[in-house]
């Protein structure tokens, strides 16, 4: 390529053109006769190509749902935990007692929650797993403080603290998210699993006076939601 020289608004530049004696370059490449040709195209490779395609794709619409289907967090409660107690004083004794450890973490694993459960056996009953670290358990906890209290003197709520590497943690999530029940500790996640049938968190357990029992996998999306559930579960005839 030589350059000549032109003008363009007052302006000098130079333009390329061609040199007549200069030969078109070949790539390196094509010289070469040791490369390995190409593979044809059949039927069957064009369909795994299209099936991995197809595998990619609904893999990036199931992600973007997934993300756009996290619940908002339930706005957490302003009542203090005195204020709770004081709301619902004069429950039934069983009842009582839970409001009476309300946002304690309690020791003896399976064996003490079995126990627990058994003495309320015939009340209604909600039980709920949750843990530290699990965001849908922050998004949904609001929704239990406010429930636990609206129908805490009908209903017993105990919470499950499950899969925590720390008492410490559970402890400061309790102290943020203070509720009218008390936690059983469950390091292990045994005691969880063997409750909820569910190594999922958070998963909420509903039993009635009857004995029926129904299970929730997944955060609430709201108190109402919650209740509606409590209600229906918990305080309705047996759900088989």
Not at 82 to 111: D, I, K, T, V, W
Not at 154 to 161: E, M, Q, S, Y
Not at 204 to 224: C, D, H, K, L
């Amino acid at each position: 390529m030589v350059f000549t020289p032109c003008a363009y608004h007052g302006y000098r530049c130079a333009r390329r053109t061609p040199s007549p004696t200069a030969p078109a370059r070949r790539p390196a490449w094509a010289d070469r006769d040791d490369l390995p040709p190409l593979r044809a195209m059949t039927p069957r490779r064009l369909w795994i190509g299209a099936a991995t395609l197809a595998l990619v794709a609904l893999l990036v619409v199931g992600l973007v749902q997934l993300a756009g289907s996290s619940p908002a967090p339930v706005a957490r409660s302003k009542l203090t935990l005195a204020q709770m107690r004081a709301r619902l004083a004069g429950s039934p004794g069983p009842l009582a007692a839970l409001h009476a450890q309300a946002s304690e973490l309690l020791p003896g694993g399976l064996p003490a929650l079995r126990r627990r459960l058994k003495a309320l056996r015939g009340r209604p009953l909600v039980v709920n797993k949750w843990a530290s670290w699990c965001v849908p358990c922050r998004a949904e906890f609001g929704a239990f403080q406010r429930a636990s209290v609206t129908l805490g003197r009908k209903v017993a709520f105990v919470g499950i603290d499950s899969g925590d590497t720390s008492r410490g943690a559970a402890q400061a999530f309790l102290r943020s998210f203070p509720v009218s029940y008390p936690s059983y500790y469950d390091h292990s996640g045994a005691a969880g699993g063997a409750i909820t049938d569910s190594a999922f968190t958070p998963v909420t357990v509903f039993f009635n006076a009857t004995g029926g029992q129904y299970i929730r996998q997944g955060p609430y999306p709201s108190e109402a939601k919650l209740e509606a559930d409590v209600r229906r579960y918990a305080l309705g005839a047996a759900h088989a």
